[in-house]
């Protein structure tokens, strides 16, 4: 009895979520605000532009272009653990 209660409660909570989700949110606004000069970081000091880099290449891309060959790795070694597993396991069957 309880059991059945206990999986009514969970699947019906989580067929409420997805209602919870789509109810109306009320979005507050903050107003734009002005900012005096003396609150602004200045400096006096140029900007070197030699050490400005122009990139179309977002903080994501970056991220994505130096995680990459860590996940093809991984995948790769997986995938090869895998079947190493599977050759070992049919050579015990055929060895029994």
């Known amino acids: 009895m309880r059991a059945k209660l206990a999986a009514s409660v969970l699947?019906?909570?989580g067929l409420l979520f997805p209602i919870a989700a789509m109810a109306d949110e009320e979005v507050d606004f903050i107003a734009p605000t002005k900012v005096e000069?003396?609150?602004?970081n200045t400096s006096d000091t140029?900007?070197?532009f030699s050490k400005v880099e122009i990139s179309?290449?977002?903080p994501a891309d970056r991220f994505?272009?130096?995680?990459?060959p860590l996940v093809v790795s991984l995948g790769l070694g997986s995938l090869a653990l895998v079947a190493y597993t599977l050759i070992q396991g049919a050579r015990e069957l055929?060895?029994?």
């Not at 000069?37 to 602004?40: F, N």
């Not at 994505?64 to 990459?68: E, G, H, L, R």
Request: hydrophobic share 30%; net charge negative.
């Open 94 to 96: 055929d060895g029994e």
């Open 37 to 40: 000069r003396t609150q602004l």
């Open 46 to 48: 140029p900007i070197d």
């Open 11 to 13: 699947l019906g909570s």
């Open 56 to 58: 179309t290449l977002t």
């Open 64 to 68: 994505v272009n130096a995680t990459t």
